[in-house]
């Protein structure tokens, strides 16, 4: 999986107010609670055509974002601090995260995260791994899953897939899931002969004793 960009980093990890201290415009103290805020653009005295007599520069804290309506520009930190330091935006990426301090990951602590980590196991495929070792387990799989015991005892196993996170548990809960289902599985089951052989004994008795 790639990862990210210096200035997606430096997007991420620099507040657009911090950059705007950097270049020495005036904010008010509650430009941190989230609120959009017009202030005056750092780049009024050179490309304004009233010389910043009005602000025109909308901050949003909630994004870290800005928009000048006279420059019709949308900044992000990084893209506002390539613009004041006349540089591109991967120096103005490096320039900010070394600002405040960030120390994006070395190659080799990149690799190290890379190695450990662990994608959550598939749980649609656990359940038709165990629903398949059902079919194999039982010779009439197609009408005994349907059983009230069989039935409740697999929708116990399904529910605790939210629990499944590693490879350790995807043994964990494969292992009791099979003897669970193992165990309900060779439990005397009728079939549907019987069952059908049954329902009719039970309505001739009903019959003889209504004569």
Same mark, same amino acid.
């Given at each position: 999986?790639?990862?990210? #960009?210096l200035?997606?980093?430096? +997007?991420? +990890?620099?507040s657009i107010?911090?950059v705007l201290q950097?270049? &020495?415009?005036?904010? /008010?103290?509650?430009?941190?609670t989230?609120? #959009?805020?017009?202030?005056h653009? /750092?780049?009024? $005295?050179? @490309?304004h055509?009233?010389h910043?007599a009005?602000?025109?520069?909308?901050v949003?804290?909630?994004? +870290?974002?800005? @928009?000048?309506?006279?420059?019709?520009? %949308?900044?992000?930190?990084?893209?506002?601090?390539?613009?004041?330091?006349?540089?591109?935006?991967?120096?103005? &990426?490096?320039?900010? =995260?070394?600002?405040?301090?960030?120390?994006?990951?070395?190659?080799?602590?990149?690799?190290?995260?890379?190695?450990? %980590?662990?994608?959550? /196991?598939d749980k649609?495929?656990?359940?038709?791994?165990?629903k !398949?070792?059902?079919?194999?387990?039982?010779?009439?799989?197609?009408? #005994?899953?349907?059983e009230?015991?069989?039935?409740?005892?697999?929708?116990?196993? =399904?529910?605790?897939?939210?629990l499944?996170? #590693?490879e350790?548990?995807?043994? &964990?809960?494969?292992g009791t899931?099979?003897?669970?289902? !193992?165990?309900? =599985? $060779?439990?005397? $089951? /009728?079939?549907?002969?019987?069952?059908? &052989? =049954?329902?009719?004994?039970? $309505?001739?008795?009903?019959g003889?004793?209504?004569?």
């Amino acid at each position: 999986m790639p990862g990210k #960009s210096l200035v997606a980093v430096a +997007n991420e +990890n620099v507040s657009i107010v911090t950059v705007l201290q950097m270049l &020495a415009v005036e904010l /008010p103290d509650d430009i941190g609670t989230g609120r #959009s805020r017009k202030l005056h653009c /750092p780049f009024e $005295q050179l @490309y304004h055509s009233d010389h910043g007599a009005s602000p025109a520069l909308r901050v949003y804290p909630d994004t +870290n974002s800005a @928009y000048c309506f006279s420059c019709a520009a %949308y900044f992000s930190p990084v893209s506002l601090a390539a613009k004041a330091m006349d540089c591109d935006r991967q120096t103005a &990426a490096a320039r900010l =995260l070394d600002r405040v301090g960030h120390r994006p990951l070395d190659l080799a602590a990149a690799f190290q995260d890379a190695a450990e %980590y662990e994608p959550e /196991p598939d749980k649609a495929l656990l359940a038709d791994a165990l629903k !398949t070792f059902c079919r194999r387990t039982a010779e009439r799989w197609g009408e #005994s899953q349907f059983e009230p015991k069989i039935a409740a005892t697999l929708t116990r196993c =399904l529910s605790l897939l939210d629990l499944v996170r #590693s490879e350790d548990d995807v043994r &964990a809960w494969l292992g009791t899931c099979k003897t669970a289902m !193992t165990r309900v =599985l $060779q439990e005397e $089951q /009728p079939s549907l002969s019987q069952k059908v &052989a =049954l329902l009719w004994e039970d $309505q001739g008795h009903r019959g003889g004793r209504r004569t």
